[in-house]
């Protein structure tokens, strides 16, 4: 692995002669694969034949991978384009001695080209693509990675800064062969990046940083295939034997540990319950390379500093970096992401500072956890750094001998299907086909969209094609979606078996459809034999829709549950309606607290809203983007808060499975925090209160309530309440 750094400055460009030492372009990093090589290092001598005469063991070009596109990317592109004609200069003149020599193989055109990962969009991360040369040309092919929205694809939010208002040139114009595809939060199975033939290839893990907007943060590591030692036929082993982790932008979840702290934090943990800050050092645990944003010291972040303050800002501290980095085993440290403010002399400072900190640490630490000394060194723009996914073969590297991963298969775990390759059946009779077809299109993710209503039709479409996913509405023409995925299991094979099916309930029904018997329990039990992948229970967002067929598409775990529906909720609905505050206009007796909510917990949003069959209708509101009046119920957190009859906190709803890839938190509004508290009355001539609705407190940031802010909430609900069993009582 060859990582060269090409930008590392934050927030503008900085041409400036005090700053030249470590740069003044934006973010851009450049990872380049091992490539083809020989495995028998101690047996060939170095008279490989792959790759070539006179490589190291036969090292060739690798895979190409680059970490974001901010200012640094110019003079990326004009390398890789060098590259690209020197080489087709060579293999143009071997093309012609082979010419002369009928005897001699015809040399295959080379591809060009790589994976661009994208951390976020804002704009010093991405300002370099519209400069970015490979991208223009029609000899690259190119997938560019970056976070997954459902308002917008990573396609679209790159193409904004590239209208005409702004630039001459638009996306679309590029003539690379590019695929967009979004990403989520993968700690764990993560993708793999390589070209087929490769010794070796990189699985990537993305990890959601806590920045201003959705934000990922990347860790590489470098797997080595291993022939078997007996000489046998057998696949290839997996060795780990590098890795990089690339995080910038990103700020403490608990701002207290800006100043330090977080080695004693982990050291208390539960295993089973960590907080936001133990699991980032998690991810980060004994990676050769951690290039993290380090934008400043906690003397400027200080809160005390009240409006100068860097708190909020979405960076990180140096003391914060070191100590995550030191917990976590990191081998070396690069200090990312320098500020714009901060000249050479400033930054050696910073260094040396940094330095002593990791110092201390393992004064204080070394013996209790069995480190060895982190080596802490600032990214500086040209700057390059290998690390050997080979290593690992020498017996000396007895440490790296304990990462091995036994009788693994790349291929077993190893998203094969090329995405342009990838086709989608929808079985739609009840389900609006063309929005859906428009976004899984324009998102290239698919190649095509096949939408059938027959279940005829579906059946010999499947068995003609085998789609990658298929989607069906509950109710068919001539059957049922139950009906045809029964079809598929059983009769087309180990493809019939294995695909993805979704299976969308019909809208009001709430039940599945009755193919095997007369209780739920045997339906449910008929949807596990069938191994359908989710059965979505109607109404349906179209947000949430297209969300479920995108995870499904990408094989990644959905991070957005929808809440289920309470067990009184027929009673519920009744007694919503029978307020008459659906679609009634404002309120000042309701505005008046929506208002009082919003100042007093210092939040940009509070509303009021009452929950219908399929949607939330917003009452009263303060800072809800365009004024809407209501959302559909799916993507509302308030459909959650109503299940319980206590205030319900998400701290961060990055951190939280049951939020992280709503569509509110990755686009707008972004929220991050939230409060809601159920509004619960008493139906006429009932005992019982239900729950109508939420008042609810939204903030961009991350944050918690004190035990004071959830007694205020609590009493502005009950205000609420009280206006509206008011409001029945002269029904």
Known sequence: MKIQIWGCRGSIPRPNPEMARYGGNTPCIEVVTSGARCNKLHECNGNCAI??????????????????????????????LGEMFQKKHKLDKMHSESNDNSSSPVTPQPKFGGSILITHTHWDHIQGLP??????????????????GVGKSIQETLSGQMQYDYFPVRLGDMKSNTIYLGLSEDVR??????????STSIKVTTKFLNHSVL?????????????PSDGSTSVCRLERGVSLAYITDHEP?????????????????????LTADQSHAQFLKDIDIVIHDCQYMFSEYNPELGTKSKENWGHSTVEYVVEVAYYANVKQLLLFHHDPQRNDDQMDDLLQFARHRAEELEKKFGYLLGRT??????????????????????????????????????ESDQYTTTPCELT?????????????????????????????????????????????LIVLDEHLIGSTGIDVCKEIRTTMGDWGRDVSILIIGAPGSGELVDTVGSTEESNEQTLEWLNVDDFIHGPVSLAYLITRIQVSLLRMPLRWQRAPLPSYELQRLLTVQSTGLLDSPPEE????????????FDVPISTLSLMDYDRAYIKSQVGVPGGITETPRDVTFCSHTILGDSIMVVADALQDERFADNPIVGGPPFVRFYAGYPIRVIPPGKKDKVAIGTLCVIDYKPRDFNDGELQALKDFGAMVESETELILSKK
């Open 253 to 273: 979840f608990d701002h207290a540990l800006a100043n330090g702290g977080i080695v004693d934090s982990c050291l208390k943990a539960d295993c089973h319950h």
């Open 373 to 410: 000394p982190m080596k802490v060194d600032a990214a500086r723009e040209g700057d390059v750094y290998e690390l050997d996914p080979f290593v690992f073969i020498d017996p000396e590297y007895s440490d790296i001998q304990k990462r091995r991963i036994s009788c693994l298969s790349i």
């Open 51 to 80: 790759g070539g005469e006179g490589n190291d063991h036969g090292n060739n070009d690798g895979h190409r991978i680059i970490l974001d596109l901010g200012s640094g990317a110019f003079d990326l592109g004009h390398k890789i």
């Open 131 to 148: 400069f970015f040369l490979p991208l223009y040309l029609p000899q690259f092919e190119w997938t560019i990675y970056g976070p997954r």
């Open 589 to 600: 007796r309701f505005d008046r607290i929506t208002r009082l909510c919003s100042a007093m």
């Open 424 to 468: 989608v059946l929808l079985g739609f009779d009840e389900t609006e086909a063309e929005p859906i077809c428009n976004e899984l299109l324009s998102s290239g993710l698919v190649f095509e969209v096949k939408v059938l209503r027959n279940s005829t039709d579906i059946l010999q479409y499947a068995k003609d094609t085998h789609p990658f």
């Open 215 to 227: 934000t990922l943060g990347y860790k590489l590591e470098e797997f080595a295939r291993v022939p």
């Open 189 to 198: 199975k993560g993708f793999w990046l390589g070209d087929e033939g490769a």
